[in-house]
């Protein structure tokens, strides 16, 4: 196994924050009262209960690199998760960006931002 790191993201309830992640193909594979675990092939979130998170001032955040931020970005779509600059959710289409890399982004219900970055070839 590589070196990896795990995004720590706060959640107000666990369980709309699995339902949310479940209609993007995220599947559970840990749950107690204090921690989650959702897994999507090779993408890990883990969640820490947060019930008196103010979203619209949060900061958390992770970045996805993604071998296929198109595909990504499309079952976000399919999700119907909104395309948008206020509310949440919602998603931002990637681009391509100064750095050269094509780069989108999801605000989650709980506000957390996680950056969509296509892997280079």
């Known amino acids: 196994m590589t070196d990896h790191a795990t995004p720590n993201l706060p959640s107000r309830d666990f369980e709309t924050t699995a339902r949310f992640y479940a ?7 840990w ?25 619209d001032s949060s900061s958390f955040g ?32 990637p681009k391509l960006e100064a750095s050269g890399l094509r780069i989108g982004a999801l605000i989650d219900p709980d506000g957390s931002l996680l950056r969509l970055i296509q892997n280079p070839d």
């Not at 209609?23 to 594979?29: H, I, K």
């Not at 897994?39 to 103010?54: A, H, M, V």
């Not at 296929?68 to 949440?88: I, M, S, W």
């Open 31 to 55: 749950r107690d009262n204090g921690w989650m675990i959702l897994e999507r092939g090779s993408l890990t979130l883990e969640f820490f209960p947060y019930p008196d998170l103010d979203p």
């Open 62 to 93: 992770s970045c996805l690199r993604l071998d296929d931020v198109d595909g990504f970005y499309a079952a976000c779509v399919a999700a119907g998760l909104p395309e948008t600059t206020k509310g949440r959710p919602r998603l931002h289409r």
């Open 23 to 29: 209609a993007l193909g995220f599947e559970q594979g």
